[in-house]
């Protein structure tokens, strides 16, 4: 759906800032110090539960990022309008216009924003046999190719209104952890397991060593046979 797809632009919207302010390349650490101190103060050790004075601040914020990096870096992910500078700049073209539109036409209150990026922030960890406790995610460890498969995962789900069972009980489950619960209100939306997606566009991960092996035993040979052919050009 098309709400879904907005989500995934702004999801990679942050966790690239997360991965990028990890590895040094950004001047400032906004997302990952600024904002990230103030919204675990006010979280405490509840991830993503915290209860917030009402206002857009935190979305702004994030979009202030977003217009910064897109114009410093040229970051096509981070520009509100399809890229100026590829042929993604037609919108016939770029798949993922109207979600850009839709992203740029809305905008998230403090709560749903802060606490959205308190679940990217922090982890559970075991403290004890029964108990645990919130802990800071290392984003320096992750590697650039592990986005993709996360991408790909994401793929095998969609967009659904609540379920009258979970609408009875006021709550869902989140996905990635089960100890955290979600209110939800009627038409309020979910995720649920769908593989046609992935399927319909072929997004399957391919292991690092199949792709090493087609480099150098496919890839290469051509371009040296091209090479010989441009006279070394």
């Not at 399809?82 to 809305?106: C, H, I, K, N």
């Not at 998230?108 to 046999?129: K, M, S, T």
């Amino acid at each position: 759906s098309l709400a879904y797809e907005a989500a995934l632009i702004q999801l990679f919207r942050l966790l690239f800032i997360l991965k990028a302010e990890a590895d040094g390349l950004l001047e400032h650490r906004t997302l990952s110090d600024d904002i990230a101190k103030r919204i675990i103060e006010k979280n405490g050790g509840a991830i993503g539960g915290g209860g917030w004075p009402e206002g857009k601040s935190f979305w702004h914020e994030l979009h202030d990022i977003f217009d910064a990096i897109a114009a410093e870096y040229n970051g096509h992910l981070f520009e509100g309008k399809p890229p100026t500078s590829s042929p993604a700049s037609d919108e016939g073209v770029d798949y993922f216009a109207p979600a850009r539109a839709l992203l740029e036409s809305v905008s998230l209150p403090n709560e749903a924003a802060a606490n959205a990026i308190d679940r990217l922030l922090r982890v559970y960890q075991p403290n004890g046999q029964t108990k645990f406790h919130p802990v800071r995610v290392d984003y320096s460890t992750l590697r650039v190719r592990e986005l993709g498969t996360i991408y790909e995962g994401l793929l095998e789900w969609r967009l659904e209104p609540v379920p009258p069972a979970d609408l009875k009980t006021g709550s869902v489950k989140l996905l990635g952890d089960k100890r955290i619960t979600r209110k939800v209100d009627a038409g309020d939306y979910t995720l649920v397991a769908d593989q046609s997606d992935r399927k319909a566009t072929g997004s399957y991960y391919t292991p690092h060593y199949v792709v090493k092996f087609i480099g150098e035993n496919v890839l290469k040979p051509l371009l040296h046979e091209i090479e010989k052919e441009c006279g070394g050009d």
